[in-house]
C-alpha cells in the first residue's frame, strides 16, 4: 500500500501571511490539526506546517495576538514529507522518527496531501499498527 493510498489528498493550505486566527479557523471549520503552508494563493509549493500545538506553544502560551501574528511566527519549516509513491510504511517511519502525528505528501516541493496517525490506524488493527501509533504518541522527555 502506498502513501498516495491513505493520504487525504488536497488538504486546505494557508499563506504565510495569513493570521493565527484564520489558521486556527481553518483548523475548527476543517476538523483538523494540522495546516500545511505554502508559498502564495495558487501554488501548492510548501514552506511550512502549522499544528494546533504550535499555536498553543509558540503562540498561545506566549500571550500573543491572534489577529496580528502571521503563520510565519510559528509554522515549523523544516518539514517532515514522503513521497506519494513510497510504501506507507515510510510513513509510518517518518512519523516514529519525528515523533510528529502527521506527515505531508509532497511531489516535487508540492503539497498533495497528508497523512495522519489516524489514517494509518485505520488501515488495521494488528500489532505493528498498534506499535506504531504508541511510539508516535510517547510523551516528550
Known amino acids: 500500500m502506498t502513501c498516495r493510498d491513505v493520504m487525504t489528498k488536497d488538504p486546505t493550505t494557508a499563506l504565510p501571511t495569513d493570521t493565527i486566527q484564520t489558521i486556527a479557523q481553518v483548523m475548527a471549520r476543517?476538523?483538523?490539526?494540522?495546516?500545511?503552508?505554502?508559498?502564495?494563493?495558487?501554488?501548492?509549493?510548501?514552506?511550512?506546517?502549522?499544528?494546533?500545538?504550535?499555536?498553543?506553544?509558540?503562540?498561545?502560551?506566549?500571550?500573543?495576538?491572534?489577529?496580528?501574528e502571521t503563520a510565519t511566527s510559528v509554522m515549523t519549516k523544516t518539514l517532515v514529507t514522503v513521497a506519494p509513491g513510497d510504501d506507507v510504511q515510510r510513513?509510518?517511519?517518518?512519523?516514529?522518527?519525528?515523533?510528529?502525528?502527521?506527515?505531508?505528501?509532497?511531489?516535487?516541493?508540492?503539497?498533495v496531501g497528508v497523512i495522519a496517525q489516524a489514517d494509518v490506524a485505520r488501515l488495521g488493527a494488528d500489532a505493528r499498527t498498534g506499535e506504531v501509533v504508541e511510539q508516535i504518541s510517547k510523551p516528550e522527555p
Open 30 to 68: 476543517e476538523d483538523v490539526g494540522v495546516v500545511p503552508i505554502v508559498e502564495k494563493r495558487g501554488s501548492m509549493r510548501l514552506v511550512g506546517v502549522v499544528t494546533d500545538r504550535d499555536i498553543v506553544l509558540r503562540h498561545v502560551a506566549e500571550g500573543q495576538d491572534a489577529t496580528l
Open 91 to 111: 510513513a509510518l517511519d517518518a512519523m516514529m522518527e519525528h515523533q510528529v502525528r502527521r506527515v505531508l505528501v509532497a511531489e516535487n516541493g508540492d503539497l
